[in-house]
T-cell receptor
């Protein structure tokens, strides 16, 4: 059974600081997705990583994928308050169409 | 496209009543997913359809839950009878092919009292 774990679960950081969220998954997959969810809202797609070594960047967020280590990272550079949200990674298993989500990381950026 | 559309947005019902949640996926998408989100269990995949056919319903918690997709533009998730522990936000999502992301609806917040 595919399991997706994120750490940390909670992250409180000062504006201007850098930090990384980690996403580990348990079985072979080379498709990984990052989503953002604001409180009381739906999930919004941030990044789609489709191959080993893939790196995507948007503003202060950068995501990368290492399929051999079964690890993805979401790096936050010079955090701002607007980045406060819950971030989820999701993985689809090879040969199926199921999107399995991680536990989520609740990020709070303090002014 | 208006995105994935779910209705109702909020539902409050009494224990034992039947609840039906509705979803209209993005036009042209061939995969549809129902998720349940709670604080305790996070995002759980309940069931997903591919080309209107249920592929995996192993996440459906009990026989009280059922889902249908009669055509490519409509799906329902039914709970009968509802129980307080079914209270959660239920999301519907759709995707075009496996290599693209799933797009989520706004969710239905269900409260069973």
């Amino acid at each position: 059974e595919l399991k997706v774990e994120q750490n940390p679960l909670f992250l409180s950081m000062q504006e201007g600081k850098n930090y990384t969220i980690y996403c580990n998954y348990s079985t072979t997959s080379d498709r990984l997705y990052w989503y953002r969810q604001d409180p009381g809202k739906s999930l919004e797609s941030l990044f789609v990583l489709l191959s080993n070594g893939a790196v995507k960047q948007e503003g202060r967020l950068m995501a990368s994928l290492d399929t051999k280590a079964r690890l993805s990272t979401l790096h936050i550079t010079a955090a701002v308050h607007d980045l406060s949200a819950t971030y989820f990674c999701a993985v689809t298993t090879s040969g199926t169409y199921k999107y399995i989500f991680g536990t989520g990381t609740r990020l709070k950026v303090l002014a | 496209d208006a995105g994935v559309i779910q209705s109702p947005r909020h539902e409050v019902t009494e224990m034992g009543q039947e609840v039906t949640l509705r979803c209209k996926p993005i036009s042209g998408h061939n995969s549809l997913f129902w998720y349940r989100q709670t604080m305790m269990r996070g995002l759980e995949l309940l069931i997903y359809f591919n080309n209107n056919v249920p592929i995996d319903d192993s996440g459906m918690p009990e026989d009280r839950f059922s889902a249908k997709m009669p055509n490519a533009s409509f799906s329902t998730l039914k709970i009968q009878p509802s129980e307080p522990r079914d209270s959660a936000v239920y999301f519907c999502a759709s995707s075009l092919i496996q290599n693209t992301e799933a797009f989520f609806g706004q969710g239905t917040r269900l409260t069973v009292v």
